[in-house]
């Protein structure tokens, strides 16, 4: 990952010595005993990590193989561009990473995210990767030089994307369809109505690929609760709205994600 100094915007170079990197301003970082870097100078909000309950939940949600079938979706379209370095913008405890690189031999894997509690786990699980602690809207890459950049529904420009990209670079982008989440929508706003597909266009980029990718997950009171806690539909519920979906909710939720492979054009 070509990464630059979050303090004055200069490259970073790897320190041979101690394995972690500096600039040509003397600014140095020195990694965590996991391996991962923490880019964001001073103290962390709390707010930007998980509790422990909810990321432990969150990974043995993703072990149990409930999103298998987006990743399958994801490695079809990335395995014909050849072995790659593939850095994920707000990556959390790096499943999709780790899944991939299972599907992707060859290729090199990163992460960026604001959870310190969330790369700790990513780095630890995924020691050969490189992770880093950093906002992903801003993440500290340098211009031109990303290889391939995953981004699952992030707000950040296209513009910065694009400027993070080397020519000839790609962008895997993944965002929610319109049956996403139904049955929770429904349960929550009885007259919601489906939107129109509608796939996303990205200035400044040539499309390569699309692909839909639409599954269902069987629900238990358990996996009810967990949806609720970590859909941004279940934050808006009210107590009485929670209760009733977490026991007497729906068997089954539709997952229901479109990606979209693009490219950056070799001559701007």
């Known amino acids: 990952m070509h990464l630059q100094c979050p303090r004055c915007r200069s490259p970073l170079h790897l320190h041979q010595a101690s394995n ?23 103290k962390k909000n709390p707010k930007d990590s998980d509790s422990r309950s909810l990321m432990r ?35 959390g405890e790096g499943y999709y990473c780790r899944a991939l ?24 699980a995924q ?10 809207a801003r993440a500290p890459l340098q211009s031109g030089k990303a290889d391939l950049l995953l981004v699952n529904d992030l707000k ?61 997950l069987n629900l238990d009171q358990s996996l009810r609760g967990f949806v609720l806690e970590t859909s941004r539909l279940g934050w808006r519920a009210d107590a009485e709205q929670r209760h009733l979906f977490t026991q007497q909710g729906p068997d089954e939720l539709e997952q229901d994600l479109l990606l979209s492979l693009w490219q950056k054009p070799l001559i701007s």
Not at 127 to 135: C, E, G, L, R, V
């Open 20 to 42: 972690g990197s500096y600039c040509d301003n003397k600014h140095h970082f020195d990694p965590e005993p996991e391996g991962y870097l923490d880019l964001i100078p001073g």
């Open 57 to 91: 939940a969150k990974r043995n949600f993703l072990e149990q193989g409930h999103m298998q079938p987006l990743v399958e979706a994801m490695a079809t379209l990335l395995a014909p561009l050849g072995e790659r370095e593939l850095v994920h913008l707000g990556c």
């Open 101 to 124: 690189a299972e599907r992707l031999p060859g290729w090199r894997f990163g992460g960026v995210d604001l959870a310190k509690n969330a790369i700790f786990a990513a780095s630890k």
């Open 127 to 136: 020691p050969d990767a490189s992770f880093i602690i950093a906002d992903p």
């Open 156 to 216: 950040v420009k296209t513009e910065q994307l694009c400027d993070w990209l080397a020519p000839g670079g790609y962008l895997l982008y993944l965002q929610p369809g319109p049956r996403h989440q139904w049955q929770l929508r429904v349960s929550l706003n009885p007259v919601s109505m489906e939107h129109p597909l509608s796939w996303p266009t990205l200035t400044g980029f040539s499309q390569i690929a699309q692909q839909r990718s639409q599954f269902s």
